[in-house]
């Protein structure tokens, strides 16, 4: 009887490690199978300011990426759009602490575009968090589940 218990216990504890190791693999490869909030959050992080920077004529582009870096002299609309995306923050810091720029038409829309994909990416966080902690709840519960109906006696 003893030999038997012993037995369970070494194969409980290769089971739990087999499939812990499973999983840490599946969430290192892709994380978006386990957390499907987890991908789409990648996607919306520019959404609307790479909208409005479609609608923004070249010599505008310009001028706004020389509001981020007075020395910003780039002439590739690509960079340009490229270079506004990457320092959409300091952009947006500029804008918001210049009244004067508020107003104007180009910096008023991307600085509600901004705005908008800030807010996309704190709801994205916020649920993102929820469903983690529900994900968290039912593993919990699926574990307390599996040891309450064990083969092996306590």
Do not use: W
Not at 18 to 30: G, P, R
Not at 84 to 101: H, Q
Request: net charge positive; hydrophobic share 45%; charged share 20%.
């Amino acid at each position: 009887m003893f030999f038997f218990y012993k037995y369970f216990i070494h194969k409980n504890i290769i089971l739990r490690t087999l499939f812990a190791s499973i999983f840490i693999c599946i969430l290192a490869m892709n994380p978006s199978m386990i957390i499907p909030i987890f991908n789409a959050n990648q996607n919306l992080e520019n959404k609307f300011l790479q909208a409005e920077i479609l609608k923004i004529k070249n010599d505008q582009l310009s001028d706004i990426a020389r509001q981020i870096n007075s020395k910003a002299n780039i002439k590739n609309i690509i960079m340009t759009n490229h270079f506004i995306l990457k320092n959409k923050e300091i952009l947006y810091n500029k804008i918001e602490n210049n009244k004067s720029l508020k107003t104007q038409t180009p910096y008023k829309e991307i600085y509600t575009a901004i705005y908008k994909d800030k807010l996309n990416k704190d709801i994205s966080n916020s649920i993102n968090f929820i469903y983690m902690i529900i994900l968290g709840l039912c593993l919990f519960s699926l574990q307390k589940t599996a040891r309450r109906n064990s083969v092996v006696p306590n």
